[in-house]
């Protein structure tokens, strides 16, 4: 089982992304998905997780601006990012709980990707 990321990149501010998190391999469930973010030097951050049943959560810094949704059916989350500012400049993870075909809970990552925010 692999997290593929997708749709990083440089923008300037003001400007919007949407970032992608597909779930590789086979599986029988995905409880939830979230999306953190680490920028230089700073602390790894939960930005906006979605669980299974729709309920949604988000860091302050992003409320408003970020909306975090999930296609149950291809097991996919997205990240639509708007209004874009440099303070949103970091390597976004996507992580998962995932719901193995033995029944088994596991939490994986994916590899990062970058996005960049400057003029």
């Known amino acids: 089982v692999q997290l593929v990321e997708s749709g990083g990149g440089l923008v300037q501010p003001g400007g919007s ?9 086979t599986i029988f ?12 030097g700073k602390k790894r951050e939960l930005v906006a997780r979605i669980a299974a049943g729709g309920n949604t ?5 992003v409320k ?10 291809t097991n996919t989350a997205y990240l639509q990012m708007n209004n874009l500012t440099p303070e949103d400049t970091a390597v976004y993870y996507c992580n998962a709980a995932i ?3 033995y ?10 990707t970058q996005v ?3 003029s």
Request: glycine share 10%; charged share 15%; net charge negative.
């Open 17 to 25: 992304l949407m970032l992608s998190c597909e779930v590789s391999g």
């Open 29 to 40: 469930s995905v409880n939830w998905m979230a999306w953190y973010r680490q920028g230089s």
């Open 57 to 61: 959560n988000y860091a302050d810094s």
């Open 64 to 73: 408003g601006r970020f909306t975090i949704s999930s296609d149950n059916h």
């Open 99 to 101: 719901v193995s075909i």
């Open 103 to 112: 029944f088994n809970e596991a939490d994986y990552w994916g590899q990062g």
């Open 116 to 118: 960049t925010v400057s």
